[in-house]
């Protein structure tokens, strides 16, 4: 692995650096509870790459979501978070999936404000478990007095891919490598949830190292598959470093602009 496996070391600066340069009182989330008397209901799933590689984004993440609530509270929208973060499977770490069912905007990024970016050994991580577990515990709602569904979304944040040889990269196991994710969940039957659950599926792609993931996704969730929204595109490079404030506006402008172009 050499380079790939330096350039996502989950060492303890980026576990440091996942607690910095973010404030809820920044942001203007009041008033986000009581959102039960419109019909217009929309629930949002974020599943969330939770390992040490990804501490920059989990702070864009929880940018992402602030944002989010703050555009979105004013409308008539029924709206509401759930959570979903991974790491891997032991012993490569041992927290494999944290959820959070659906709740207000301020709520979820009160959980958010607890995550904190560590850990994931080897370079995939448990991405199955992630999706699986996301969209199998969240209580998907009905519309008030419809049979009709709420109109469902999931954000899927992650720089790193499933275990498995065709998404480009070995695990530390080669059974792991052979045989893809230990939890046994293939990417068919992720797309037979967001079949059943009529979920539309969004990646967030900070990097080049889940292309593969990006293009196996979209080929097997076929009409599931949204958009990917690429932090790749765009975002101003100083002195040879990402320029954070950019790729935070870049993410949650491009989330924003999906789910009201996707909203009836």
């Known amino acids: 692995m050499g380079g790939v496996q330096l350039a996502l070391n989950k060492n303890i600066d980026q576990v440091q650096s996942g607690k910095t340069n973010f404030d809820i009182n920044d942001f203007d989330l009041e008033d986000d509870n009581d959102r039960e008397d419109f019909d217009n209901k929309v629930d949002i799933l974020f599943v969330l790459d939770q390992s040490g590689s990804m501490s920059s984004y989990i702070q864009q993440a929880k940018y992402t979501i602030c944002k989010i609530v703050e555009k979105f509270k004013k409308k008539e929208y029924d709206l509401k978070f759930s959570l979903c973060t991974y790491i891997d499977h032991e012993p490569q770490y041992n927290i494999l999936t944290d959820f959070t069912d659906l709740c207000s905007g301020k709520q979820i ?21 992630g999706l699986r577990d996301g969209i199998s515990k969240t209580s998907w709602r009905k519309a008030t007095g419809k049979d009709e569904k709420s109109q469902r979304f999931l954000f899927h944040i992650c720089d790193a891919p499933p275990h498995g040889k065709e998404y480009g990269f070995p695990s530390s196991d080669p059974l792991w490598t052979d045989n893809g994710c230990p939890c046994g969940t293939k990417r068919e039957d992720i797309k037979n949830l967001l079949q059943l659950h009529d979920i539309k599926y969004f990646l967030i792609k900070p990097n080049g190292y889940i292309s593969k993931m990006e293009q196996l996704f979209k080929e097997c969730f076929e009409n599931n598959y949204k958009d990917t929204i690429s932090l790749l595109d765009n975002i101003e490079q100083k002195d040879g470093k990402t320029d954070n404030k950019e790729t935070k506006t870049q993410m949650w402008e491009g989330v924003l602009n999906n789910i009201e172009k996707t909203i009836y």
């Open 109 to 129: 990024v009160e959980k958010l404000q607890t995550v904190i970016a560590g850990g994931g050994g080897d370079l995939p991580e448990a991405v199955m478990d």
